[in-house]
């Protein structure tokens, strides 16, 4: 799959159907909060020191769920209290959220929760506390410019880096095919050029991403990035590994049958 | 139907089917069309007389299909003309869309076309000649705030304002009967209070809508706002009254299947 084939189909599963990311997203969710009194303190350490009168928020990699949402409201708390510490005479500023993911992610399935998130804002604050709040989605992909030149002074992604923006080429040899027999991820077979590849991919990718937003965050902004990471030097441990090999294994597994199929067809 | 349920359910019919909006908006279109030169005059003044390196424009009512992409293609052409004619040789300024409708709208629609849009974009200028355009959505009732503080320079509503942010009080008397019998409009047989209520809750509404643009349009920003109207000074025309009457028919048919239905069971 290709950089522009990946933009166009990629997206976590929508709606709130059993399946979806909606429904699916604890060990997600689980990740964003133990960071979050990190993400919260940058936050408001960038507050303390810009004050600006209309602050904007961005979120690479937003999907569709609960976890969108909640993320927003802990951030609009954040900001107040920061606010009631520094300057409480002063009106608060203007919350400006940006929402960015793939094209494909369901963000009618957000737009739609938004009349009962607002309700709620004006309920959990007092009317005369509570700031104007703009939510708008920006859909594309993080490794290529998203938003306006000089805009965002904070970027939050979380659990979304590790989506690359292509296949990595050096995947495959010179007839293309797979150098990665029976894997979809760096498993203990894997020769080592499919770390490299791995690796090689991820640099270009992140520098790209690096150098977008440098041209998108205000100056003295922030950004706070949650990437899967592993605990020790080898690739290959149960914490990163383990959902990979079911996953190379059910494919295997659909594989192996629909050429079952295929061969009771012909024969 | 009061204001909160109607941001909530009320949208035009999503997708790309055989009864979606965007298959089924050619009269919009033509409306838009006609009025195309004017929106697009307006446009290069706006940019002749400000120059701004970073032009904010919003749609509001965009709905999905095909008028909303091909309208924001006008725009840029027309922005990229006026640009040439006046300071050739400064870079193009970026251009960003700001997408409103209500948050019901079938957003998902747009984006996924949003890949293919800039494709023909940079096909259609030539590579160093091709703008940075970003375009977000902004869901919301234009009946309320939509947008940060003087953002927008130029504001464009096409056959959007006529959609009331709720059905007139007045039309229902103190038993909250309704005092347009078989009507759902203004039709030969209403009572002079229904054109009332009518007209007094658009004046509320576009009140509304007025005072808060005035909050989010730039000083020397411009509006050009398409609205219904009609030729005569009577209420009734067949141009603006026939699609409701047919409507309002096949409503009442509905209405009496219905009741037919249920005597029959009951009895």
Redesign the interface.
């Known amino acids: 799959m290709d950089k522009?084939d990946l933009?166009?189909e990629f997206h976590m599963t929508?709606g709130v159907g059993k399946t979806s990311y909606a429904r699916n997203s604890s060990l997600q969710k689980k990740a964003s909060d133990d960071a979050k009194h990190i993400t919260l303190e940058i936050l408001q350490q960038l507050y303390k020191e810009t004050k600006p009168k209309?602050l904007v928020i961005a979120d690479l990699g937003c999907s569709s769920g609960p976890n969108t949402l909640s993320t927003i409201r802990d951030i609009i708390k954040a900001v107040i209290s920061a606010h009631r510490r520094e300057i409480p005479s002063q009106p608060l500023p203007?919350l400006?959220f940006?929402l960015n993911d793939l094209?494909?992610?369901?963000?009618?399935s957000i737009?739609?929760t938004?009349?009962d998130f607002h309700l709620e804002l004006k309920r959990d604050t007092n009317d005369d506390e509570s700031p104007?709040v703009?939510?708008?989605?920006?859909?594309?992909s993080f490794y290529g410019?998203?938003?306006?030149?000089k805009t965002v002074h904070f970027i939050y992604a979380s659990y979304s880096l590790h989506w690359l923006s292509k296949v990595p080429p050096a995947l495959y040899d010179d007839q293309g095919k797979s150098i990665n027999k029976g894997c979809v991820n760096i498993c203990s077979s894997s020769p080592e050029a499919v770390s490299k590849a791995y690796y090689s991919q991820f640099k270009e990718d992140f520098s790209s991403f690096l150098w977008f937003r440098s041209k998108e965050v205000v100056a003295g902004g922030r950004m706070v990035l949650i990437v899967l990471g592993r605990k020790g030097p080898d690739h290959v441990d149960r914490g990163n590994s383990f959902f990979w090999e079911l996953l190379a294994r059910s494919l295997a597994d659909l594989v192996a049958q629909v050429y079952i199929l295929y061969r009771n067809i012909l024969e």
């Open positions: 522009r933009e166009r929508g209309s203007e400006n940006f094209p494909g992610n369901d963000f009618n737009f739609k938004l009349p104007s703009f939510i708008a989605a920006y859909p594309g410019r998203l938003f306006p030149e």
